[in-house]
């Protein structure tokens, strides 16, 4: 990972939390157990403070950031999805965001809702439990039903155990010439997308 301390504040980031190599921590960031942090992730921690809670991802090329003196925070088991953009916003215990959604400041996505791919949930949005939000503004369209929200929690699952296939087998390597006759498949996990 690319790891910058800025004025005298370093990033804490848990040792069972996995940090792929070209993430970026800048400063006041403090990731916790059990986390998993993508490719190309940024995590700005120069104006307001970063935290990510145990059990919780930030996928490939999402941002995060918040303005001086304000914190975003993605709570226990938060789901945050390839692309998307939180700034100075809370994600509540076992939420997801999906992909290329934005979050932006004092939003505060509740407990074990999903936030819809490309959706632009407003400053200040606020929603109940278990909410679809979805839209550019977002919206809650309805509420989740428990095997939607059971969906999410397995996906985070399988963050969490690749969290840990990460640990114990990503390494840099050079690339083959030519697809090896006895290639293996990586068919990992049995979560599907959702209506499948």
Not at 168 to 185: G, I, Q, S
Request: net charge negative.
């Amino acid at each position: 990972m690319y790891c910058y301390q800025i004025d005298g504040v370093t990033p804490v980031v848990d040792a069972t939390a996995y940090i792929h190599p070209t993430a970026v921590l800048i400063g006041d960031v403090h990731v916790g157990p059990d986390c998993y942090i993508g490719p190309c992730a940024s995590l700005r921690g120069d104006f307001g403070r970063i935290v990510m809670e145990q059990g919780s991802n930030l996928q490939d090329t999402c941002v995060v950031h918040a303005f001086p003196g304000r914190d975003a925070v993605v709570h226990r088991n938060g789901h945050i999805g390839h692309g998307a953009v939180l700034h100075g916003c809370v994600i509540e215990e076992d939420a997801m965001v999906g992909m290329n959604a934005v979050v932006m400041d004092e939003a505060i996505i509740a407990e074990r809702s999903i936030v819809g791919a490309a959706a632009f949930v407003k400053t200040g949005f606020h929603c109940d439990p278990a909410s679809l939000i979805v839209g550019a503004p977002a919206k809650v369209l309805r509420q989740l039903s428990h095997e939607e929200v059971s969906w999410k929690q397995s996906g985070t699952r399988e963050y969490q155990r690749l969290t840990q296939r990460s640990q114990a087998t990503m390494k840099a390597c050079a690339p083959l010439a030519e697809v090896e006759a006895d290639r293996p498949a990586l068919q990992v996990g049995g979560h599907k997308p959702k209506g499948q």
